[in-house]
């Protein structure tokens, strides 16, 4: 008994050891204040109840709200989707709390609870009473998360590359101290596809509070979040869904994709020869 506890405490140690490595390599990381962030040209910011909302708002014609996935921001949106949606509608896409150029704040829990709060409150404050949800990864589930707890707020669904599991690339991060030594390593969360979508982002990890809000994230997905997603959310959704995936999709299997499409009841479709971003790959 006596040597277990002596294990307990040094493993507890070793890894209390690495959070503090991992957490002073993200304080040399992260310079910048998001109070002092100019909005993205093409985007603005809004004061809500909940925080300062960074998106952007364009075209004219049946709303369609766009959701990011990990660790991104409406600069991966901005590759070509906004620009083919908003032909025909008014396009409007936003940064999370603690993503892109919206608000970091040490009171948030960072996780699906608040972003979608947070949709539905840039939804209110932009008085859009109906909306169709097109969220790409986590922003899928997002999607139908708001769409199953606001009804009256979604008439379709749309996800990209979305499916109940985890990226294996987010696993390691999960651990205490490893997570925050990854991630002060990190410059952007997943691939870039332009000099604008590589500027957004790296600007964006230069903000302080961003990989905290994404170690909560990850971490709670593979807890509290993520739990709410074995049972019930997609059962629920009401509005018809539309599942999008890659056939080249190496984060979430288009295998994955379709079983979740069978729980909403949804179509699915597969796109020939992209990845996991075929929003950015083939908008």
């Not at 949606?85 to 008014?90: C, G, Q, S």
Request: aromatic share 8%.
């Amino acid at each position: 008994m006596r040597m277990f506890a002596y294990g307990i405490i040094m493993i507890t140690a070793l890894f209390g050891a690495l959070w503090a490595i991992g957490t002073a390599m993200i304080a040399r990381v992260e310079t910048l204040d998001w109070r002092n962030l100019a909005a993205d040209p093409s985007a603005k910011f809004v004061s809500t109840k909940l925080g300062r909302i960074h998106y952007t708002d364009v075209g004219i014609g049946p709303p369609i709200l766009l959701m990011h996935g990990s660790g991104r921001s409406i600069a991966d949106w901005q590759e070509g989707a906004i620009e083919q949606l908003a032909v025909k509608h008014r396009v409007i896409a936003f940064d999370y709390f603690g993503n892109g150029y919206s608000e970091r704040n040490s009171t948030f829990t960072y996780g699906y609870d608040l972003w979608v709060r947070e949709a539905v409150e840039l939804l209110h404050v932009l008085n859009i009473p109906r909306v169709t949800v097109v969220g790409h990864s986590v922003g899928g589930a997002l999607a139908c998360i708001l769409a199953a707890d606001y009804p009256n707020l979604v008439d379709h669904v749309v996800t990209i590359g979305t499916g109940m599991t985890i990226d294996l690339e987010q696993l390691l991060p999960i651990v205490p101290g490893i997570g925050e030594i990854v991630m002060a390593r990190t410059t952007s969360f997943g691939e870039t596809y332009s000099a604008h979508n590589r500027q957004a982002l790296d600007l964006a990890y230069r903000v302080k509070g961003t990989r905290a809000a994404v170690l909560t994230y990850m971490r709670r997905q593979v807890s509290v979040d993520g739990f709410r997603l074995l049972w019930g959310t997609f059962e629920d959704v009401k509005a018809p869904v539309l599942h999008i995936s890659g056939t080249l999709d190496k984060s979430i299997s288009p295998k994955i994709a379709r079983d979740l499409a069978k729980r909403t009841h949804g179509k699915f479709v597969a796109v020939e020869g992209v990845g996991h971003n075929v929003h950015i790959e083939a908008p």
